[in-house]
């Protein structure tokens, strides 16, 4: 199964290095257009279906960068992880807020503690594991999906065997670049994935997950 994947386009929260999660502030002039860019790539892509995160700024980039043309599906799993207290505060706060604390969530997140009613990086990871769960069973593809850093991040650290402390150690990843992963079963329960695009560029990277 061909899935896509991209990350929502730029926010003026990304430009304030603001924490969003589960808030929302609006694309920027720049966000939407970089959207509004992909449309015609992927045009062309055999999309089946998008599963897209319930946030406003996910949404929204869905709809710049296809057009309203393939069948849409709010999925809750591509939400961005909830930051709890964290949520809305700018970067400079939360260094002297929760120094140690914001040191974890940033380069070491097997040890970060979530802060109010927030979730811990190993929560997010085994939501993305249902998620790969559910698309790889149940879903017929192509599925182009539309979310947040951390879930791409999450993912990625599942198809390529990594442990949750390596998590924030992946590649920055760019907003409304395609990411394009070719999964195909190998038994029950484990599967090959085939990175063949990664932030908008050529890849070629295969890894065998189970989940």
């Known amino acids: 199964m061909d899935v896509y994947i991209i990350r929502h386009g730029r926010t003026v929260w990304n430009t304030e290095i603001r924490m ?28 089946r279906k998008i599963l897209v995160s319930p946030m406003p700024r996910a949404l929204q980039t869905s709809y710049l960068a296809t057009g309203g043309k393939f069948p849409t599906t709010i999925e809750p ?48 990871v085994d939501r993305v594991r249902r998620l790969l769960k559910k698309i790889l069973v149940n879903e017929e593809g192509p599925l182009l999906l539309v979310t947040h850093m951390i879930l791409v991040q999450s993912l990625l650290c599942i198809i390529e065997n990594r442990g949750l402390d390596t998590l924030r150690s992946t590649p920055f990843i760019e907003q409304a670049k395609i990411f394009h992963i ?12 085939n990175i063949l695009s990664y932030n908008g560029e050529p890849c070629d990277q295969t890894f065998e997950f189970s989940l």
């Open 20 to 47: 969003q999660g589960r808030l929302n502030s609006p694309l920027t002039p720049d966000g939407i257009e970089g959207a509004a860019a992909l449309c015609p790539v992927i045009s062309e892509l055999p999309i």
């Open 77 to 124: 799993l591509l939400s961005e992880m909830d930051l709890g207290d964290l949520e809305g505060v700018l970067r400079s706060e939360a260094e002297v807020m929760y120094p140690e604390n914001y040191g974890y969530f940033r380069f070491e997140p097997h040890k970060f503690v979530p802060i109010g009613n927030g979730e811990s990086y190993a929560q997010v």
């Open 182 to 193: 070719r999964f195909d079963k190998i038994s029950e329960d484990k599967f090959r994935a």
